[in-house]
């Protein structure tokens, strides 16, 4: 995560705050939260395309997070790592239990739809727009599991070895994802492009 | 360092600037120019995204349930108590039933069972024997009562007329079923030694 504080004084880190949390500190939880909880919240939304489950997701996690059996070891990973990897569970599970394998819904009330970076050429904008709009859904519709990599390091670029920890896999198996899942969103653009090229890579071998 | 090999040992888009594999071969350079596109477009959406965030009634019920949770720990100690006050009311319930049931019961079984016709007293043996009739066991058991010490109790009893005819008294025939009371004298070893009619 890149959330840099923005002034000079020390801060504390996740683990910090994490203890003074659990000894009551209303503060530091808050503190916590706010460091945390936009990640946690686009993740989901870009895993699911809905903002009610990102929404369930950023707060499960932090409940999660309350519990005095949460799990959370320091030695086996940074916690940010560990809110991921709760997250993603959450996800799943409301990915499995309604399908909800769907492009995000960014018609509905309850979306605002994200400022785009200012550019002062509109028909720059317009390409740009259409280009970042292709490459969000290129990316959703990616399978689930080159989907969450490409989500964590690319889109919020978490470091492999937190990525690693949240999905529960060795660091190297995130770099062949993310691999792959570059050179199929590459390809889904490059089809989305050239569609007649795309056509033209398809050999009927008999007509019906 | 063939395209293979190069595209194996790239962690990171930015870590092949300085390949001199892609200055001599254009296939990847071409490749690594498209995956610097795509670089550019995860920014791209990652800065639309920038500003997208939880709203705050997460916040706000999560400061809601750290507070109830902070809350309970608090109470917790208190808690502990609470078996403890529970044990210790119930003993105390107990003990005060028991207390009272004790002593309610204490008096009554003290108390002399009640005898519609017979009163138990204590006699003075001198002083009131006269008029008493001797039972015809009555030689027998003044020896032993006077082995015993000469303890005798007075009992007044009702007991039908029909028992004066027994003792050889005049008693209307038809009048046997009336009863009459009567103070039979004791020894001490319980027998009836004389017997005096009141009426």
């Known amino acids: 995560m890149n959330e840099r504080p923005m002034t000079s004084a020390p801060v504390e880190t996740d683990d910090e705050l994490l203890l003074r949390m659990q000894s009551g500190d209303e503060e530091a939880f808050l503190t916590l939260y706010r460091r945390r909880q936009a990640g946690l919240f686009r993740f989901a939304l870009h895993m699911s395309g809905s903002m009610p489950v990102a929404e369930d997701v950023t707060q499960e996690v932090f409940l999660a997070l309350l519990r005095e059996d949460c799990g959370y070891a320091p030695d086996r990973g940074t916690l940010s790592g560990y809110l991921f990897g709760i997250a993603r569970k959450l996800v799943l599970r409301h990915l499995d239990r309604g399908r909800l394998d769907v492009v995000l819904d960014t018609d509905s009330d309850d979306f605002a739809q994200p400022e785009l970076a200012v550019l002062d050429d509109p028909l720059l904008d317009l390409t740009r727009r259409e280009g970042i709009d292709a490459l969000r859904r290129a990316v959703q519709a990616l399978p689930r599991r080159y989907r969450e990599v490409v989500v964590l390091c690319d889109l919020e670029e978490v470091d492999y070895a937190d990525a690693a920890v949240a999905l529960g896999c060795p660091i190297g198996t995130v770099r062949s994802r993310l691999h792959r899942a570059r050179g199929l969103l590459l390809e889904k653009l490059h089809q989305e492009r050239n569609p007649r090229q795309a056509l033209g890579t398809l050999k009927p071998v008999r007509c019906v | ?199």
């Open chain 2, 1 to 199: 360092m063939n395209c293979q090999e190069f595209w194996n040992t790239i962690p990171e888009l930015g870590d092949c600037e300085s390949s001199r594999h892609l200055l001599e071969c254009p296939a990847c350079a071409a490749r690594m120019s498209r995956h610097r596109e795509l670089e550019a477009g995860f920014r791209a959406v990652a800065a639309g995204f920038r500003r997208v965030e939880a709203p705050p009634r997460v916040e706000a019920r999560l400061r809601s349930a750290f507070r109830r949770q902070t809350g309970s720990e608090s109470r917790a100690p208190s808690r502990r108590w609470i078996p403890v006050v529970t044990w210790a009311a119930a003993f105390a319930a107990m003990f005060a039933l028991a207390a009272f049931l004790v002593r309610d019961r204490q008096p009554e079984a003290a108390r002399p069972p009640v005898q519609r016709t017979i009163e138990l007293a204590m006699l003075q043996p001198q002083a009131d024997y006269d008029g008493f009739i001797p039972l015809p066991n009555s030689a027998g058991v003044a020896a032993d009562d006077a082995a015993d010490g000469d303890d005798v109790n007075l009992v007044r009893v009702e007991v039908p007329r029909s028992a004066m005819i027994a003792l050889g008294l005049d008693v209307s025939a038809d009048r046997e079923e009336e009863l009459v009371e009567a103070d039979i004298l004791l020894g001490s070893n319980g027998i009836a030694r004389a017997v005096r009619f009141l009426d």
